[in-house]
């Protein structure tokens, strides 16, 4: 059974910094895409960060390109996202996403190419 666990959300100051974990368990390290995407009220969900398997490419969307970094750790089956320069547009509740049909997703930031979520760690940014 696939479990995925964030963690390390919070409260922070605009213009700070945050890294958003997430475990993995229930299936194979470094065999799939997976991706953070984040939800803020009345707003759709949003595709924030997606990395293949290896952890050689990785994507981002465009309200956060050069403020944050995904990056994986196979040997823990550990996801992550560092955020940097945070604004209060930043805030939200992020999730963790794990994409088991396989190759590249040119759709990644659409919710429907994953099939698992985590449920979820809130990201506060005030001004």
């Known amino acids: 059974q696939v479990q995925l666990v964030e963690s390390g959300g919070g409260s922070v100051q605009a213009g700070g910094s945050l890294r958003l974990s997430c475990a993995g368990s229930?299936?194979?390290?470094?065999?799939?895409?997976m991706g953070w995407f984040r939800q803020s009220p009345e707003k759709e969900r949003e595709g924030v960060a997606y990395?293949?398997?290896?952890?050689?490419?990785?994507y981002y969307g465009d309200s956060v390109r050069g403020r944050f970094t995904v990056s994986r750790d196979n040997a823990k089956n550990t996801l992550y996202l560092h955020m940097n320069s945070l604004k209060p547009e930043d805030s939200a509740m992020y999730y963790c996403?794990?994409?088991?049909?396989?190759?590249?997703?040119?759709?990644?930031?659409?919710?429907?190419?994953?099939?698992?979520w985590g449920q979820g760690t809130q990201v506060t940014v005030s001004s």
């Open positions: 229930g299936f194979p390290p470094g065999i799939y895409w």
């Open positions: 990395i293949s398997p290896g952890g050689g490419s990785k």
């Open positions: 996403a794990l994409d088991r049909a396989g190759a590249y997703k040119v759709d990644w930031k659409s919710p429907l190419t994953f099939g698992s």
